[in-house]
Nanobody, 127 residues
Framework: EVQLVESGGGLVQAGGSLRLSCAAS????????IGWFRQAPGKEREGVSC????????YYADSVKGRFTISRDNAKNTVYLQMNSLKPEDTAVYYC????????????????????WGQGTQVTVSS
């Protein structure tokens, strides 16, 4: 059974840092693209970052560019999201998701590209 489990969320003050982890099992991890998404109360789900399986390319939403870094450790079947210089507007439930990258085009921050999702981890940034 495919499983994606997020961890590392918590409460942090503005300007602080957190590192989220996404541990995967049940599929060939290094053949799948892994994305991070977030959803704040009353808002739609937003693509945050993605790391590709094909060439390791990374993608970021403009709102987190320069502050967040995605990385992958295939030996551990884990993807990380290092979040620095956190802002209150980063407060959300963060989800990791896996996509097989099928088709002619792949939109890395589009939630509808993704097939499997984790349960989410809460990130709260206080003023």
């Amino acid at each position: 059974e495919v499983q994606l489990v997020e961890s590392g969320g918590g409460l942090v003050q503005a300007g602080g840092s957190l590192r989220l982890s996404c541990a995967a099992s049940g599929f060939t991890f290094d053949a799948w693209d892994i994305g991070w998404f977030r959803q704040a109360p009353g808002k739609e789900r937003e693509g945050v970052s993605c790391i590709s399986s094909h060439d390791g390319s990374t993608y970021y939403a403009d709102s987190v560019k320069g502050r967040f870094t995605i990385s992958r450790d295939n030996a551990k079947n884990t993807v990380y999201l290092q979040m620095n210089s956190l802002k209150p507007e980063d407060t959300a439930v963060y989800y990791c998701a896996a996509a097989d990258g099928g088709g002619s085009y792949f939109y890395p921050l589009d939630q509808y590209e993704y097939d499997y999702w984790g349960q989410g981890t809460q990130v709260t940034v206080s003023s």
